[in-house]
């Protein structure tokens, strides 16, 4: 019950890591779809639509599944992953349910002119710059915004639950952001609501409940659900033990 406590964001961060590809100018260049930036915000399923946005995402900016370090495991949805096991095939980094993140954060890097090796590490430009929009959104400083490895390699953040919501609240209405921020932050919860089932996929609690309702609904790893309400406020629950 303590809102000013420390949560780590997790995968409940992608659509603040996804505002780059807005602010930088990437998804114009390169004519990212909205379906894509939906995937580029998700952690998806791995079903046959998510894996085809991540290879176009990949295509479009000259890159190739070899260049995702988003780690390797199997399918988060059973029949996809047992269509792999039928097939004989291994999991691969795209089966990934960050790796529609990760393929952004490489077309950021290839439109940028960023070093595409070593996109994952926190002192890299784009990952500077993820952190300074976190604490933009957010209302915090910087240097308040804790910083640890999340699983698929890239940073994860950590930040007040009040400051979190606020920041939902925030992308969910453009209100509260300064100017160069709202068109992006209006485009990647328009992408998100279009698409919800590119946000994770069947059976999701995140898809479902954006079908369902007019919400901007992330969940992350560890117990983290984050909402946006268009109408003006941001809830944020985590689950600790």
Same mark, same amino acid.
């Given at each position: 019950?303590?809102?000013? %406590?420390? +949560?780590?964001? !997790? ?15 990437? *998804? ?9 930036? *939906? ?15 991540? !290879?176009?995402?990949?295509?479009? *900016?000259? =890159? ?66 993820? &952190? ?23 940073? %994860?953040?950590? =930040?007040?639950? !009040?400051?979190?919501?606020?920041? =939902? ?12 921020? +709202? ?7 328009? *992408? /998100? ?6 946000? %994770? ?8 409940? /954006?079908?369902?309702?007019? &919400? ?18 941001? /809830? +944020? =629950?985590?689950?600790?033990?």
């Amino acid at each position: 019950g303590d809102t000013e %406590a420390y +949560v780590y964001l !997790r995968s409940a961060a992608k659509p603040f890591q996804a505002l780059p590809l807005i602010l930088s100018g990437t *998804a114009a260049a390169f004519g990212f779809t909205d379906k894509e930036l *939906a995937v580029a915000c998700a952690s998806h399923n791995a079903e046959e639509p998510h894996l085809a946005a991540v !290879r176009s995402i990949l295509e479009k *900016a000259g =890159l190739s599944e070899d260049d995702l370090q988003s780690g390797v495991h199997p399918p988060m949805y059973g029949p996809a992953d047992a269509k792999l096991i039928r097939r004989g095939e291994e999991p691969r980094p795209i089966h990934s349910n960050c790796s529609g993140k990760h393929s952004g954060m490489l077309a950021v890097c290839v439109h940028k002119g960023y070093e595409t090796l070593d996109y994952r590490d926190p002192g890299h430009p784009l990952q500077r710059r993820i &952190l300074g929009l976190i604490a933009e959104v957010c209302g915090v400083e910087e240097d308040e915004v804790l910083i640890a490895g999340d699983n698929c390699g890239v940073p %994860a953040f950590a =930040l007040p639950l !009040r400051s979190f919501a606020t920041g =939902l609240a925030r992308m969910a209405t453009g209100e509260e952001l300064p100017d160069h921020l +709202v068109e992006a932050a209006l485009r990647i919860r328009d *992408a /998100m609501r279009a698409h919800p089932f590119m946000v %994770a996929g069947t059976e999701r609690f995140d898809t479902e409940l /954006m079908e369902q309702t007019h &919400l901007l609904v992330k969940g992350g790893a560890e117990a983290v659900l984050a909402v946006g309400n268009p109408e003006g406020w941001g /809830m +944020v =629950l985590k689950v600790s033990d």
